[in-house]
Nanobody
Framework: VQLQACGGGLVQAGGSLRLSCAAS????????MGWFRQAPGKERMFVAF????????HYADSVKGRFTISRDNAKNTVYLQMNSLKPEDTAAYYC?????????????????WGQGTLVTVSS
C-alpha cells in the first residue's frame, strides 16, 4: 500500500485547509484510516480516525469540533477538513492505514504511512 498526502500549506489563524490522502492497494476500502501530526521536536500525535465504512469516527480533543475526517472508498482517498485553524495546529500531517488489531489512537498500530504534508498556521 502506498499513501500520498497533499493539501498542506501556509494559512492564517482562523483559516481552513483540506488535506487529502490517496491510497493505492486493495486494502484501503477494508481498513480504518487515521491522521496524525508531528510538530518539530515532538512525538507523532493522533488527530482523527475513520472506520473502513466511514460510520465510526474519532477525534483528538484538541481538534474536536474543528476538524472533520471523511473518506471516499471509490476514490481510495481519505480527507481531513480543518477549520478554525490555530497556530498550535502547525505540524506535519501524516495519514496511515490502521492494522485492524489495536487501538486507533496509537501510531504503532498503523501499518502504512504517507510522506506527510506540512501545515503552518500563522498568528
Amino acid at each position: 500500500v502506498q499513501l500520498q498526502a497533499c493539501g498542506g500549506g501556509l494559512v492564517q489563524a482562523g483559516g481552513s485547509l483540506r488535506l487529502s490522502c490517496a491510497a493505492s492497494g486493495r486494502t484501503f476500502s477494508t481498513s480504518g484510516m487515521g491522521w496524525f501530526r508531528q510538530a518539530p521536536g515532538k512525538e507523532r500525535m493522533f488527530v482523527a480516525f475513520i472506520s473502513w465504512s466511514g460510520v465510526i469516527t474519532h477525534y483528538a480533543d484538541s481538534v474536536k469540533g474543528r476538524f472533520t475526517i471523511s473518506r471516499d472508498n471509490a476514490k481510495n482517498t481519505v480527507y481531513l477538513q480543518m477549520n478554525s485553524l490555530k497556530p498550535e495546529d502547525t505540524a506535519a500531517y501524516y495519514c496511515g492505514v490502521h492494522g485492524g488489531g489495536g487501538s486507533y489512537y496509537y501510531w504503532s498500530e498503523y501499518d502504512y504511512w504517507g510522506q506527510g504534508t506540512l501545515v503552518t498556521v500563522s498568528s
